[in-house]
């Protein structure tokens, strides 16, 4: 065995003599320097990465170099952690623990769970099954109303669609072709464009359902960020629903043109589409690929309550469609809805 201290490598006295507090001076030294340097080559990157033109520009060139407060929120990782978040969601819950976790939740966000057919928490395996609890048909008896609510939410908006615009909170638009892609609107005096926007919250039922008795002829998928869409964001940040990854299905009803919109948010990428299974939301893309619509012709008829989809969390409903001027809707912003609840008085 090489003896290192007669080789002249440390003699015995000098191991004796290594001063502790030096030895860690010397550690924290190189620790702070790593970190510092980290930092700095980190920082830079970021700061590159937030005034470098990407795709977020060709979205909205109007607004997102416009505010710099705009321009950080928008660089942080949703999207990232909505993929983490929602890979959490599908795993499996151990029995003893779901009365705790799920219960938790439920206690927090208020969830109905006197709605659903079975309230029992341990026999949802995962918060992905909890989320799309079904509920009750006697909770949710559907309208006779030609216009229902799709989902369980709160109402942001609705009205008529003027000058070409959608306009999901007070002051903030986007223009509907933006939002929908290229859709084909014949226009007819006796029929105006109109919109309703809903919010589902956390503790909603996820699901939606079909507000009409409609046909989607085309599903469009459109990659984007995962902005969280709670109502009090909405008004800070224009533009959004334009830049959030959403599922737009585009048809017709007995009036012309329909559409319903599935708007995904934070923690709330994975959409799924019953009349799509070839759908994938809230993956990891390339920047070429995060302004590439996909496209798909399909042919869905539905009847009003039909189930079309759902939500891994609560985001929001957009309809868009055409009906008559004399239309009188029974909702006003703010509103809490139930899927089934007819939105409109008379005129459709």
């Not at 060709?58 to 928008?74: A, E, F, G, P, T």
């Not at 989809?309 to 029974?330: C, D, H, M, Y």
Request: charged content about 20%; hydrophobic content about 40%; some cysteine.
């Amino acid at each position: 065995m090489l003896d290192i201290y007669s080789g002249g490598f440390l003699h015995p006295d000098s191991v004796m003599a290594i001063n502790p507090f030096l030895v860690f001076v010397a550690i924290w030294s190189w620790v702070k320097w790593l970190s510092v340097s980290t930092l700095i080559i980190g920082g830079s990157a970021y700061i590159g990465y937030l005034f470098t033109p990407d795709w977020r520009e060709i979205v909205d060139s109007k607004h997102y170099y416009s505010n710099w407060k705009i321009r950080v929120y928008l660089s942080l990782p949703f999207n990232t952690a909505s993929r983490v978040i929602g890979g959490l969601a599908n795993q499996e819950i151990p029995v003893w623990l779901r009365e705790y976790l799920l219960g938790g939740f439920a206690r927090m966000y208020d969830c109905r769970m006197e709605d659903c057919v079975d309230p029992d928490f341990k026999n949802y395996p995962s918060f992905a099954a909890f989320f799309n609890r079904k509920l009750k048909e006697s909770t949710r008896p559907i309208s006779a109303s030609p216009l229902v609510s799709p989902a369980d939410g709160t109402v942001l908006h609705f009205g008529k669609v003027e000058e070409n615009k959608i306009e999901y909170v007070k002051g903030h638009d986007y223009d509907v072709d933006k939002f929908l892609g290229e859709v084909e609107l014949e226009a007819k005096d006796e029929l105006e464009l109109y919109q309703v926007v809903i919010y589902l919250a956390p503790g909603d039922y996820h699901a939606f359902h079909s507000p009409a008795r409609w046909v989607a002829n085309q599903c469009r998928h459109v990659p984007g960020l995962l902005l969280s869409v709670r109502p009090t964001l909405l008004s800070h940040v224009p533009h959004l629903f334009c830049l959030n990854e959403r599922v737009v299905l585009n048809g017709s009803w007995r009036h012309g043109f329909f559409s319903m919109s599935a708007v995904a948010a934070t923690n709330v990428g994975d959409i799924v589409v019953d009349a799509e299974p070839s759908l994938r939301t809230n993956i990891v893309r390339r920047k070429t690929q995060k302004i590439m619509n996909t496209e798909t012709e399909i042919h869905a008829p539905y009847l009003p309550g039909e189930r079309v989809g759902e939500f891994r969390l609560g985001s929001t409903i957009v309809l868009v469609f055409q009906a008559p001027p004399t239309i009188k809707f029974a909702i006003k912003a703010g509103d809490p809805l139930r899927y089934g609840q007819s939105l409109v008085a008379d005129g459709v």
